[in-house]
């Protein structure tokens, strides 16, 4: 179970960077806190990404200082390839989305490449594309420090900005998806041991009742709500 008075103290300060939700990737050398996006956004519409730019201007969020950030062997991304049928290779999409979603919210800061967490455990862990996160955690605050919060390995969904409730619907199914599928320790793990799913911030209910859809198909998952 989570902490709740150390995530209040977590949630103090407005995001500083925009990095894709995998739990293995942190930008180390960045200023923290940070958002989480399934591939940094590159499943966002152009409608989407406009949506995302006045949710920030309109919760008190400069999207110029956000530095948006990309990182090889993104599963978000082979997700756009299937859809689209786009030809480049995952990290050539991974480059040109971050830069896309960039251009889009008006961001001045360079665009940065971003390898794994310093604290991920990559010779334990192996295969890059097996995922090990022990938790979701989706943010409604959009402030959350993860690493002070001792929740920076888990997958990091920042929906306090989300464009619209079908984006905050994708993206756990996609999570999820992730967890219990073959890029992740599977469905027979967590029906043993449920997938926590914490949703921290306020107005929670709201919340819950637009993911219960996607969490009914997930039965493993087990939802906590920590009201902020």
Known sequence: MLDAIKLHQSTKLNPQAIVCMDGRIRPNGLERPFLGLAGSGVLFSDAQITKFKQNLLNHGVNPATLTVTWHEHCGACAVYKERTGDKRSQDEIAQWSAQKLADGIGSTMPVKSIGWSEDYDYKANGDPHKHSEPCIVIDYTGKLDTKAAAVDDSFLLSHAYAPDAEWQKEELEIALSIAMG????????????????YLIGADLDKHEETLQPV?????????????L
């Open 215 to 227: 969490l009914e198909k997930f039965p493993a998952a087990e939802l906590t709500k920590i009201n």
């Open 182 to 197: 073959d890029h992740g320790p599977g469905l027979e793990h967590f029906t043993a041991n449920p997938m926590p799913v």
